[in-house]
Nanobody
Framework: QVQLVESGGGLVQAGGSLRLSCAAS????????MGWFRQAPSKERDFVAG?????????YYADSVKGRFTISRDNAKNTVFLQMNSLKPEDTAVYYC????????????????????WGQGTQVTVSS
């Protein structure tokens, strides 16, 4: 059973930064695409960022966070990160990390159905 545990959320003022972490169990973490999603109150869960397996050479983002957020991975620590800069009140949401497919094809995986395991989420609140 795969477990994903997010941390690093909190309350921050607009313009500030946070770094989210997602620790994964399992010995084959490096072979999986990983992603971050977020869900604001009364809204659907939306894609935020994704990173390819192994070296994480390929990263991709939702237009709303491009240039402000950076996804990365540390395979030695079975951890994926989301560095969030220049935060805005509209970034307020519960942030979830998720495990995608075990593939190395460079495809952009940005839909809920692409991911099979999810963390419990971490709250990010940006005040104006």
């Amino acid at each position: 059973q795969v477990q994903l545990v997010e941390s690093g959320g909190g309350l921050v003022q607009a313009g500030g930064s946070l770094r989210l972490s997602c620790a994964a169990s399992g010995r084959t973490f490096n072979s999986y695409v990983m992603g971050w999603f977020r869900q604001a109150p009364s809204k659907e869960r939306d894609f935020v960022a994704g990173i390819s397996s192994w070296s994480g050479r390929s990263t991709y983002y939702a237009d709303s966070v491009k240039g402000r957020f950076t996804i990365s991975r540390d395979n030695a620590k079975n951890t994926v990160f989301l560095q969030m800069n220049s935060l805005k009140p509209e970034d307020t949401a519960v942030y979830y990390c998720a495990r995608g497919p075990s593939t190395f094809d460079g495809t952009r995986y940005d839909t809920l159905s692409d991911y099979d395991y999810w963390g419990q989420g971490t709250q990010v609140t940006v005040s104006s």
